[in-house]
């Protein structure tokens, strides 16, 4: 038994020898922490199909799935013949944990799920009694959505009636970005096409705005972005249609699009063993990629892209306004408008919950560079990226510590909800020595440690600090006029 997040694991690895010396000295095959394809913060799986070598005399027997889910039979095929499996393998679905059969039963069934919520904390045992009462596969599907749903409660304000699928949650696009991509849209008061829908995160907010044509080619997909839409009662404006977007998309439409944004993604967007797989950075291994992008340009009045914030788009998109977007102090999205939805600035930076915006050029501003004042901001990520501190810098009359960093000082305080301030109390060299004895004169109980270009062991820096003060305080290690610097600073919210 293993612990997990407070989750009870079984790992099991049986072994059958013909060399009587193994009985007394069992060698077991090594075992892979995989996240459980069934409950998804679960750390199990036996390595049996990635042994080339069994150590003499040893062979596998017996593999317990706990509803383990394949859509390769190789993995099975690479097993010894000897090996048995003790529970059948369910055929992998596209979501790579429900099918939509095994969703349709469950939402014909709804006593499974309240059984579920009613028994939260231990799923071992809530599984093993749900199994008396009811069949085992809707029992592991309503465990995994039940789970899905307490997650989503980040994203969605009513992810306690929503359907979700642990891929289609992940890329699921949070309903308060969603709903201010939507307000674009619904200036037109056109239908918008909503391609690559997913789980429906965007269909519902375009819904609140206008009618919505939902396309995935995913059966289930469709049938989730139905019932989420229901979920928030906006079905009446949502038209679901499965098949391939490059396939149905009528030309002279408003479009959203949402392309998969998994490296060699299949099916299910996950490995043989169930692991993620990795998030795209480059745009030509979206799908589909940027050859269908200028496609949908072309023949379309205009739409948006989502595209992820870490990809590389500056230079990419000719004619085009690129929206960055963060939520609470995290860059959610990168969301390329063009044709008739585009602004006039290339570039534009959103802070949410403020709502605050900016759109700018960043070939056309600099900031200076001066010496530090009494105040230090660090910017909000979505303006990092978008490549418009110096615009805001330009407004506000702020300057930068050092050509090469992001943050801003100045000698007044300014509120911008693009910008997060600090008093700055001093600034010491980047040693130990000195930055502990500046701790000992600035007493906190807390310290943040920030850093955006120097590299640096935070946990091991504030392990050696000194805390027995009540001021919060703040460690930002930063380049100043070209050298490294350690700045100790205390909140400002105010």
Request: glycine share 8%; aromatic share 6%.
């Amino acid at each position: 038994p293993e612990t997990n997040g407070g989750r009870r694991v079984a790992v099991f690895a049986a072994c059958l020898s013909t060399d009587s010396a193994a009985y007394a000295n069992p060698v077991v095959p090594p075992l892979i922490r995989k996240p459980s394809p069934v409950s998804g913060n679960a750390a199990f799986f036996g390595g049996f199909s990635h042994c080339s070598a069994w150590p003499r005399g040893l062979q596998p027997c017996m593999i317990k799935t706990f509803g383990v889910l394949s859509s390769e039979p190789a993995a099975i095929s690479r097993l010894p013949a000897s090996t048995a499996l003790l529970e059948r393998i369910i055929p992998m679905g596209e979501s790579g944990d429900l099918t939509e059969s095994v969703l349709i039963a469950l939402r014909r069934e709804p006593a499974v799920l309240e059984a579920v919520r009613e028994l939260a904390g231990d799923e071992l045992r809530a599984q093993q009694r749900l199994r008396k009462e009811f069949p085992a596969e809707l029992v592991r599907a309503a465990c995994l959505l039940h789970e899905l749903r307490q997650r989503a409660h980040a994203k969605f304000t009513r992810a306690d009636r929503m359907w979700f699928d642990r891929l289609g949650l992940e890329q699921a696009t949070s309903e308060p970005v969603a709903r201010h991509k939507a307000r674009r849209f619904g200036l037109s008061s056109e239908p918008v096409w909503d391609l690559c829908c997913g789980v429906g995160g965007d269909t519902i907010g375009l819904a609140v705005e206008t009618e919505v044509v939902a396309v995935d080619r995913s059966p289930l997909r469709c049938r989730m972005t139905q019932w989420n839409a229901e979920a928030y009662e906006v079905a009446d404006r949502v038209h679901v249609l499965q098949g391939d977007a490059v396939v149905l998309l009528p030309p002279g439409v408003f479009v959203h699009l949402d392309p998969d944004r998994r490296a060699e993604a299949g099916s299910a967007g996950r490995s043989l063993l169930g692991e993620p797989r990795r998030r795209a950075v480059s745009l030509d291994q979206y799908h589909p990629g940027p050859t269908f992008w200028r496609e949908l340009m072309r023949q379309t009045r205009g739409g948006a892209i989502k595209i992820g914030p870490a990809a590389n788009f500056f230079g990419r998109f000719r004619n085009a306004e690129i929206e960055l977007i963060s939520l609470n102090r995290e860059c959610k999205e990168a969301t390329v408008w063009f044709g008739e939805l585009s602004g006039p600035m290339p570039m534009r930076a959103t802070v949410l919950p403020a709502g605050a915006s900016l759109a700018g050029d960043p070939d056309q501003a600099e900031c200076r560079v001066g010496q530090p004042g009494d105040f230090l901001y660090d910017p909000d990520p979505a303006l990092v990226r978008s490549g418009l501190v110096d615009v805001l810098a330009e407004q506000l009359d702020l300057r930068r510590l050092d050509a090469s960093e992001e943050y801003l000082t100045a000698d007044r305080p300014i509120d911008s909800p693009f910008l997060r301030r600090f008093v700055l109390r001093e600034i010491v060299p980047n040693n130990d020595r000195a930055i502990r004895q500046a701790f000992r004169r600035f007493a906190c109980h807390e310290i943040e440690i920030k850093s955006r270009h120097i590299p640096i062991n935070a946990d091991a820096i504030r392990r050696r600090l000194p805390r027995d003060g009540g001021a919060r305080g703040v460690l930002i290690f930063a380049r100043v006029a070209g050298k490294t610097r350690a700045l100790i600073c205390e909140r400002d919210d105010g």
